[in-house]
């Protein structure tokens, strides 16, 4: 299958900085990424779809200004969670979309905002 | 929302088999996935199925039913390294609706 990275792996910061992760597809391109976010012991929740060269569509409930996504190019989408309180520490998981509706997933951001 | 329900959890034995039950209720249907995903990882794809029946992959197998609005994941010859939570997840349009996850244990 595809592989798709995620940096940094781990971050954490102190509550109200920036955080920005980066999701790239190591070989295909990618029109369109998926951000989640995961809580512990819980299911993936969608926060967001990115599309190349396009504003992403946020889900119902999710800040657009608090989680900035760029989808700069084809093998790069980044999220920035603005602000940073202890409340947005999670699993963050990105995932790009395959010719056939699939989804491979990048290994994880874990943050943690003290 | 979209309903997605299936099992917190379940242990096995060694050598075993086990099935994971999946039953949704969404707006819409695309494909039913399963993933694997292990504590601290991204999931890992383990099956798609889009049609009624039996998709057999090495010792996974996946059932769907549309008209039912269920599937099940089956393990068999179970290994230690099984032991992880198993996602059932409805593609809808273009984006996937999650169940919860089921953990599995796999004891010696």
């Known amino acids: 299958g595809a592989v798709v990275s995620q940096h940094p792996s781990r971050v954490i910061c102190k509550s109200g900085t920036s955080v920005k992760i980066e999701c790239r597809s190591l070989?295909?391109?990618?029109?369109?990424m998926f951000w989640y976010r995961q809580f512990p012991k819980q299911s993936l929740m969608l926060m967001a779809t990115s599309n190349e060269g396009s504003k992403a569509t946020y889900e119902q409930g999710v800040e657009k200004d608090k989680f900035l996504i760029n989808h700069a190019s084809l093998t790069l989408s980044t999220l920035t969670v603005t602000s940073a309180h202890p409340e947005d520490s999670s699993f963050y998981i990105c995932?790009?979309?395959?010719?056939?509706?699939?989804?491979?997933f990048g290994p994880g951001t874990r943050l943690t905002v003290l | 929302g979209q309903n997605i329900d299936q099992p917190t959890e379940m242990t096995a034995t060694e050598g075993a088999i086990v099935q994971i039950n999946c039953t949704y209720q969404?707006?819409?249907?695309?494909?039913l996935f399963w993933y694997q995903q292990h504590a601290g990882e991204a999931p890992t794809f383990l099956s798609y199925n889009v049609l009624d029946g039996l998709e057999e992959k090495g010792r996974f197998s996946s059932f769907l039913s549309r008209s039912k609005g269920y599937s099940y994941l089956l393990l068999k010859e179970l290994q230690m390294k099984d032991s992880a939570s198993y996602l059932c997840?409805?593609?809808?349009?273009?984006?996937?609706?999650f169940g919860a996850g089921t953990t599995v244990t796999v004891r010696a």
């Open positions: 969404t707006s819409g249907f695309n494909g």
């Open positions: 997840a409805v593609l809808i349009d273009y984006k996937l609706s």
């Open positions: 995932s790009a979309r395959g010719d056939y509706n699939e989804q491979f």
């Open positions: 070989d295909f391109q990618a029109t369109t």
